[in-house]
């Protein structure tokens, strides 16, 4: 019983690089989310796709890009890495949008960037 | 907009003895719901419950229970006879209405329990 996974755990960026960060998730779920959290922030929204086809803006986007590839995956891209995204990423997924839906979250991925 | 606050940064307490992790929340409206997530040193973090703004009766699961209280906009976590696996950061997060994807966190409460 997989949930929500994550790759890579870890990453070391130089300044300037671009990546990506994968995230799957085998609950059927509509709604995936990713999510930064950063020390004494708590987490904040970075994109969100309610369902299959359509991605949103979350509190915290700029630097970033998605894409819903399907039901089951939803990637978050760095195009041009920068030190203040060092962070630890989290992708999360739930049934669908709003109505207080459970939101279920990956492993995370460690991200620094030099 | 939506807020949550968890004022106690890091709380120690010893091995079997009870603590209180508490949860201020704000929000206009009048539909919302409530979660608390447990971040264990492993770094995943856990649902552990989800209360709607309409059913104030407190809930009790194990050595866990929670306090709603919406006169006081609180949603506090009682853990009972605490253990060495409590040991976690536990964060509290509210969303509004029915078709919010804004998940809105607290900064966390670090609980250490020493053995």
């Known amino acids: 019983n997989a949930g929500v996974t994550q790759t890579p755990k870890f990453q070391v960026l130089k300044t300037g690089q671009s990546m990506t960060l994968q995230c799957a998730q085998d609950?059927?779920?509509?709604?995936m989310y990713w999510y930064r959290q950063d020390p004494g922030m708590g987490l904040r929204l970075i994109y969100y796709s309610a369902s299959e086809g359509t991605t949103d803006k979350g509190e915290v986007p700029n630097g970033y890009n998605v894409s819903r590839l399907n039901k089951r995956e939803f990637s978050l891209r760095l195009e041009s890495a920068a030190p203040s995204q060092t962070s630890v990423y989290f992708c999360?997924?739930?049934?669908?949008?709003?109505?207080?839906?459970?939101?279920?979250f990956g492993a995370g991925t460690r991200l620094s960037v030099l | 907009a939506q807020k949550v606050t968890q004022a106690q940064t890091e709380i120690s307490v010893v091995e079997k003895e009870d603590v209180t992790l508490d949860c201020v929340y704000e929000?206009?409206?009048?539909?919302?719901?409530l979660f608390w997530y447990k971040q264990p040193p492993s770094g995943e973090l856990v649902f552990l419950i989800r209360?709607?703004?309409?059913?104030?009766q407190n809930e009790i699961s194990g050595r866990y229970s929670w306090n709603f209280q919406k006169s006081t906009s609180s949603f506090n976590f009682t853990i009972t006879a605490s253990q060495v696996v409590d040991s976690a950061v536990y964060f509290c997060?509210?969303?509004?209405?029915?078709?919010?994807?804004?998940?809105?966190f607290g900064k966390g409460t670090k609980l250490s329990v020493i053995p």
């Open positions: 997060a509210l969303t509004e209405g029915a078709g919010s994807y804004q998940l809105t």
């Open positions: 209360r709607n703004s309409f059913d104030e």
């Open positions: 609950m059927n779920h509509n709604s």
């Open positions: 999360a997924s739930s049934e669908a949008r709003g109505w207080g839906n459970i939101q279920y």
């Open positions: 929000t206009r409206d009048t539909t919302y719901y």
